[in-house]
């Protein structure tokens, strides 16, 4: 398993039984683990409900020989993350840990709010990210997470792309009554429409073409804890009425079956649309919205936010500093001008990559403006020269590709369409990076586990 998981990327840690791999979860504190069914000394399924007792958050992937995949499934109706049968490849297995370890990171690692609005973090794993700001608008963010945390319902997040929609989420699952319990996030605009109904309620063997075990969804899975759908406005709305029954009945049927499954899942929704725009237009429901708009947090964009900027640029730039060992002592005046004049359309997210960039590039203690990415230049400014919109040549190619499958008769031209514009931005992406994934996943504004779980989805190698 260590060569699926060279390090440093990943931290290893084998146990040879059951009982050395408990203690090892008491004692390590694991992202995720990954647990065979066939122990020496006890049942993999009675070890990954003991790890599940101990603590809720962790992900806990079981490993099956064929004869006992259908154990397996059983066992994530009790909470059990996912499972892999066996023999498999590394590329079988490394989206799946990926996307357990995301997940882990998201319900441990704590949303450290300012002052005492919520009371104290109950999470410690780790150093946490700040939710940061002194201006009104963000004073009132924090005072909505306090309001609603402990309140058990319905949350959605507005703002735009890279304002901080999922450490807000974190926030409200952290300091609320499931906390212990536990948390998924979906990103609805990552997952085609036909695996994100089965990702999100299972399916049953035979339902559809590949469908050869149950899955369960993760509305079974996350029973008493908090499932987080990020990008909620780009859902279908085939999708989007699948998901208004489960918020009206508490209730679902996987794909393929015919008996209603009863769940109780705290809902935490999210998105960079202006969702009052898209009713207008047809592309959301309005029940679903009033379903979903139990209680609102709006963030506002970076470039609003006044004096919090120079304030988070001076803790991004410590706290990096850190993470990446490199000496940091101060930012010189005219450098905090540039990140300060600079208008942030990437918001929060576009901050950080610039300033890890920063750091990378810094040969010295102080931040002088040459060590600023080109974007941040004088004369360079994206504020100054805005993007340029798709030559006409392109739309003419893109309108082209659409009318043949108009003609062709294709009924899933919607799908097609972003599977071909995608596949040419990760391969331009992830050629431009070098073939590092981690920094292709900072360029494209999405996590690692999303990069790979697209990349396998486009039958792209990761």
């Not at 989206?95 to 998201?106: K, N, Q, V, Y």
């Not at 085939?238 to 009206?248: A, F």
Request: net charge negative.
């Amino acid at each position: 398993m260590q060569l699926c998981l060279p390090e440093p990327e990943y931290r290893v840690i084998t146990a040879n039984n059951a009982r050395e791999g408990i203690d090892l979860f008491r004692t390590s504190h694991p992202d995720a683990v990954l647990c065979d069914i066939q122990l020496p000394d006890r049942s993999g399924l009675a070890v990954a409900s003991e790890l599940h007792e101990i603590d809720r958050r962790t992900p806990v992937i079981l490993v099956t020989g064929h004869g006992t995949a259908e154990t397996a499934i059983t066992a994530m109706s009790n909470g059990a993350f996912d499972y892999v049968t066996k023999p498999f490849q590394p590329d079988d297995i490394l989206p799946l840990i990926d996307s357990a370890l995301e997940t882990g990171r998201m319900a441990k690692r704590p949303a450290i709010l300012p002052g005492d609005l919520v009371g104290k973090t109950r999470t410690q794993d780790g150093a946490g990210d700040s939710i940061l700001g002194k201006c009104g608008s963000m004073v009132e963010v924090f005072r909505s997470i306090g309001r609603v945390a402990s309140r058990d319902v319905t949350v959605l997040i507005l703002g735009e792309t890279g304002t901080g929609k999922e450490v807000v989420a974190r926030a409200i699952y952290q300091h609320s009554a499931r906390h212990h319990q536990i948390f998924h996030a979906i990103n609805c605009a990552a997952i085609p429409e036909n695996l994100l109904e089965s990702e999100l309620f299972g399916h049953e063997k035979g339902a559809f073409t590949g469908a050869d075990q149950r899955r369960i969804g993760k509305f079974e899975v996350c029973d008493k804890g908090t499932l987080f759908l990020d990008e909620i406005g780009d859902m279908s709305p085939v999708m989007q009425t699948k998901l208004l029954r489960v918020l009206q009945e508490k209730e679902f049927e996987r794909v393929g079956g015919s008996h209603p499954i009863k769940t109780d899942v705290r809902i935490i929704a999210a998105t960079n649309r202006n969702l009052h725009a898209a009713i207008a237009e047809g592309s959301f429901r309005s029940d679903l919205y009033y379903r979903l708009n139990e209680f609102t947090i709006n963030l506002p964009a970076l470039r609003d936010r006044g004096d919090d900027l120079p304030l988070m640029v001076e803790h991004f730039f410590r706290s990096f500093a850190r993470q990446l060992e490199k000496d940091y002592l101060s930012i010189a005046p005219e450098t905090m001008q540039l990140l300060v004049d600079y208008d942030w359309p990437g918001n929060v997210r576009e901050l950080q990559g610039a300033i890890k960039q920063t750091l990378l590039k810094a040969s010295g203690p102080v931040i002088v403006p040459s060590f600023l990415p080109a974007t941040l230049q004088p004369g360079d400014r994206r504020t100054d020269k805005p993007l340029a919109p798709f030559t006409e040549s392109w739309r003419e190619g893109v309108v082209a590709e659409i009318e043949s499958k108009i003609q062709a008769g294709s009924h899933s031209i919607s799908n097609e369409i972003h599977d071909e514009i995608d596949r040419l931005l990760v391969t331009c992406v992830l050629k431009a990076c070098g073939g590092n994934l981690s920094e292709t996943s900072l360029r494209l504004g999405i996590s690692r586990p999303t990069l790979r779980t697209r990349m396998r989805q486009l039958g792209m190698t990761s």
